[in-house]
């Protein structure tokens, strides 16, 4: 019998027996592999979950009762609870799920969450205005041992056990982040474990919490009864569970960091589907050249923030680089400070983020690095107008970085210009410099600079006359191709690759008056705020006509990329049109 059919709301589970609320658990993970297996997701963190989110609806009454899920990795089972199992099981609904929690999507769902360590402020606030309305139901946060690192988690943690009334925060510990755990938390985790709950050194009990500790936290039984004592307690309490990542499906449990997410696969060979593999990449590039680097100079360093496998720093890599490789876990903001101080201290880090994950930095961009104007490097990876979902958008890091003092933001628009400024950046000892990792790998097409020490100068890659393209980084191969297309229309323009993002040529640029009418920008983020809103302010009292192409400054959720360059007119025909009206 296939119980998840009848399943249309939490509600429909409570008259489930034991053995059925299991056969329930089985066809939930059928559906997350499905899911993952044609369109790619997050496999290890929602198999983990599935008896927890089962136990939770089966006790707890949603929406009434609020459940707050920490990153969104382990929704999956909870989006089947609530209505959606169709965007699991049917191919032609997967699109119309997002991967995250989504309240448009359902009641059931409270906040579009995608980054980590925010479950327990959030929950923290849904309590806090049930209490001053005096209104009356339980308060939920899941959040995973992994995300305890990040500093808001702490943050939320500590309001929390001085909340004074109902919330429960249930630490799923599958003793794993995206990757392993790093930080000194995880020493309590695992004592905590192997007593069963009971040492006395407690950091949750040590805050004000009443502590709960579940080893079988995949049993379905057990999570039920310790769920329903809990129900309605009138005091913030932390129920630890520990759990299996990955759960059900074995390739997942044996190699848990290469399951935690997966492009499309086979589910009974566990291979990618071959249209997703090969090809040159930046992560592969990256970490050879940083490899090598170290080699050579035991100075350097590499940090990341709990996310190597995204940046191509895999477990062999990272074992090559011994203790040259430094994972902080999930905890960006330490990681940009630790850079700052250990430049400071002679060493030349190279801190690796994702475009949407440095937006957490930006106090420690300013004030720990760029004030104190040390040398470090930073890496923005995933950067750039993408399909992705709303929470992982990579569109926002120039106008958040560029305008930092100090800070000398490079836009390299090859593979060899990349590692010339990669290089470049580890051995000066002027500034912090960050560079933004380009997408598609492309060979240069002219002579590659290895100084930029010689800030804001760019670089004339054609000589033209009458109109100036001006492509930053990622879009110096849409420069060319808007240049040949102009020629169509018997315009010779100039190309330009700009290399730096945080600063102006205005010698190059006072001399593009002399017999250019018109400057064009193109570059792969938002407007507002801008490498072009800096070429337009520059030609503001002069006659020069400006023409910027970006994207616009919103939210986009999965939405294709040639849709979004078809609205922000980013392809050579339409551009043309642009630069014709306006010549």
């Not at 808001?152 to 429960?168: F, K, Q, T």
Request: charged share 20%; hydrophobic share 40%; with cysteine.
């Amino acid at each position: 019998m296939n119980y998840l059919d009848k399943i249309n709301s939490p509600q429909d589970i409570k008259s489930l027996n034991a053995q059925e609320l299991k056969q329930l658990a089985t066809e939930i993970r059928e559906g997350i592999l499905n899911r993952d297996s044609k369109i790619g997701g997050h496999v290890g963190p929602n198999l983990g979950i599935v008896e927890a989110t089962i136990a939770w609806h089966y006790v707890f009454d949603s929406p009434k009762d609020k459940l707050v899920f920490d990153v969104s990795h382990q929704s999956y089972p909870h989006k089947m609870l609530t209505g959606r199992k169709n965007g699991f099981f049917n191919d032609d609904e997967m699109a119309k799920i997002s991967g995250y929690t989504a309240p448009l999507e359902s009641e059931h769902d409270f906040f579009v969450v995608g980054h980590t360590s925010t479950s327990v402020s959030l929950a923290c606030g849904l309590a806090k205005a049930r209490d001053i309305k005096g209104e009356h139901h339980n308060v939920t946060a899941v959040i995973g041992d992994g995300s305890l690192s990040g500093g808001e988690a702490l943050e939320g943690l500590s309001n929390a056990a001085v909340l004074g009334s109902n919330i429960l925060i249930i630490i799923n510990d599958n003793e794993m982040s995206i990757a392993e755990n790093h930080g000194g938390i995880y020493n309590n985790l695992r004592l905590l474990r192997e007593t069963n709950g009971q040492a006395e050194c407690n950091m949750f009990k040590a805050m004000g919490f009443e502590y709960h500790y579940l080893n079988e936290g995949n049993s379905i039984e057990k999570l039920i009864e310790i769920m329903t004592k809990l129900k309605n307690n009138n005091r913030p309490t932390v129920l630890h569970i520990h759990t299996l990542k990955g759960k059900g499906y074995k390739l997942a449990e044996e190699h848990k960091e290469m399951w935690h997410w997966s492009l499309p696969f086979d589910i009974a060979s566990g291979k990618i589907n071959p249209q997703f593999c090969g090809g040159e990449n930046y992560n592969d590039i990256t970490a050879e050249f940083l490899i090598d680097k170290v080699s050579k100079d035991k100075n350097v360093v590499l940090v990341n923030a709990g996310t190597p496998g995204a940046v191509g720093l895999t477990p062999e890599r990272r074992q090559k680089l011994g203790q040259n490789f430094v994972d902080v876990g999930i905890a960006e903001e330490h990681a940009v400070a630790m850079s700052s101080a250990l430049a400071k201290g002679g060493c030349k880090p190279v801190y690796l983020v994702w475009s949407s994950f440095i937006q957490r930095t930006y106090d420690q961009l300013s004030q720990d690095l760029a004030i104190n104007n040390n040398p470090a490097v930073i890496l923005v990876f995933g950067a750039g107008i993408s399909s992705g979902d709303v929470t992982h958008l990579g569109c926002f890091d120039i106008a958040m970085i560029s305008n930092i003092p100090n800070i000398v933001y490079l836009a390299p628009g090859s593979k060899e210009e990349y590692l010339a400024m990669l290089n470049w950046g580890i051995e000066q000892r002027e500034h912090p410099v960050v560079i933004r990792v380009p997408g598609n790998v492309v060979t240069a097409k002219a002579e590659v600079d290895t100084d930029y020490s010689s800030l804001n100068r760019y670089q004339v890659l054609q000589k033209g006359e009458k109109v100036a393209i001006i492509a930053a980084g990622s879009f110096v191969p849409l420069g060319y191709r808007l240049v040949e297309k102009l020629k169509e229309y018997q315009l010779n323009a100039t190309l330009i690759n700009p290399r730096y993002l945080s600063g102006l040529d205005e010698k190059l640029l006072d001399d593009l008056k002399e017999n250019h009418q018109q400057v064009v920008t193109m570059e792969d983020g938002e407007l507002d705020g801008g490498f072009g809103e800096k070429i337009a302010r520059f030609y503001g009292p002069s006659d020069m006509k400006v023409l910027n192409f970006g994207a616009k400054k919103e939210f986009t959720d999965r939405v294709s990329v040639d849709t979004l360059y078809q609205r922000y007119h980013l392809n050579v025909e339409l551009m043309v049109e642009d630069i014709l009206k306006l010549a």
